[in-house]
């Protein structure tokens, strides 16, 4: 033993020579190292996930990527393109102009903190091109209570994949295309953990009172449409799935600097509309109990964790949330080409306006007339005119009609659309108002 003693010290001396050296050459490298090996070990005793979160409850620390490569945070709201998991109550990160002017600039996703990397995910989804694309998505734990999603990735760090045990070693989740892994991987605040042109942030306070929602099922976990017929655990499918009620804006648990900085990024993906109004980030579910804002869906059957949900949304627009959206997704039968008002628009145009989202200014909400969602009531008909494709493109040659139905408390409320084209404006809707057969039956 005490020849074996010796050899370990003679070791030692050796390792601490050698690291003197580096330190010599580098003075830096000791801090690079420490990071390393922080970034990609695995978590060394309890998990973050357990561990409190310091008095000041501002778990993020750092950014989420370089901000000289980001361009906006857009605020992603509950209006979700079609065929997304409905809704979206995060915010993007959005990268400047790349090596060209069709092309976004890819940058680093960094850990915004300390953190410990809890789960991976990798999807492959048809792109409009015709290829194949590869998003990734990773979740993260930074302290009790606090949980981080990075989204839509195009790569993860090819390290932290091999220290997961890599791609082989993951589970499917309803087929080949999805794959996902449960992990515990502690990761140094500004290491790189994936890359792409952009990709969402999804925050969730757990110690925060979650969102009222008039069918808080719709949005629990369904682990048969998560997993169809494969056999993925429970514990996986609770790990990739958080609990939306939960969203906050991940800016606003930021330190006072930081915060700033990233708030004055909240703007349209572009960079031009800046965002209006209060709570700028507008990360809460816009789902309004009682009204006709938030999700609809086009089957009583459908749940909102679902991978591909046939639903529509009605409600504010993200940056200015005096602009009203109806996001159809070519749900509304009645809302057909023709009723897209003449003008220089090719046909194609047409057919793609028709199954875009329309946009009005909201009206007074005592009016029936172009009401803002979060005032429509169960009861009455209401009448939207001077609708346009999405903000800028032609405008429909009538109107919108709409009603939700007067359960008092007794079934699930129905919501009613009706595009009119032979009703130019509301005033010529001849008394009393009604549809005319032709309408579509959605379902909270």
Known sequence: ??????????????????????????????????????????????????????????????????????????????????????????????????????????????APARVDITAIERRLSAAETGKTRTIWTVHFALCEGYTLVYDDLESVSSEILERAGGLASFEEVGGPEHLAKTVQIRVAKGAPVGSGRGFDVAFHDLTAPPATLARPERHATNIYARAGVTRTSPELIKAVTPDVRQARCAIDYMPDALRANWSALLKDQYGMRTAK??????????????????????????????????????????????????????????????????????????????????????????????????????????????????????????????????????????????????????ADLPQPWGFSGAETTFYR
């Open 277 to 426: 109004g209060a709570d700028t980030c507008r990360t809460q579910l816009i789902t309004e109990p009682g009204a006709a804002q938030g999700v609809w869906h086009t089957s009583p059957a459908h749940n909102g964790a679902t991978t591909k949900v046939s639903a529509i949304a009605l409600g504010p627009d993200t940056i200015n949330p005096e602009k009203q959206i109806f996001a159809l997704h070519g749900r509304v039968k009645s809302l057909t080409p023709e009723l897209i008002a003449l003008g220089p628009f090719e046909p194609e145009q047409k057919e793609k306006a028709a199954k875009d989202f329309m946009t009005f200014a909201g009206n007074d909400e005592t009016s029936l007339v172009n009401t803002p969602f979060n005032a429509v009531v169960p009861g009455p008909l209401y009448c939207y005119q001077g609708l346009r494709a999405n903000f800028v493109g032609p405008r429909m040659s009538g109107v919108m009609l709409m009603s939700i139905s007067d359960t008092q408390g007794t079934q699930t409320p129905l919501l009613k659309l009706e595009a009119r084209g032979d009703i130019a404006q509301c």
């Open 1 to 110: 033993m005490g020849g074996l003693d010796y050899f370990l010290r003679l070791a030692a001396v050796a390792c601490v020579a050698a690291l003197l050296g580096l330190f010599i050459a580098r003075p830096s490298a000791p801090d690079r190292m420490a990071e390393r090996v922080t970034a990609l070990s695995n978590a060394p005793g309890p998990a973050l996930a357990t561990k409190p979160c310091g008095l000041n409850r501002e778990p993020l620390t750092g950014p989420f990527a370089n901000i000289a490569d980001v361009i906006s945070v857009s605020p992603l709201g509950g209006i979700t393109a079609p065929g997304e998991v409905q809704p979206a109550p995060y915010i993007r990160v959005n990268t400047r102009k790349g090596a060209t002017v069709f092309e976004r600039r890819q940058t680093d996703a960094l």
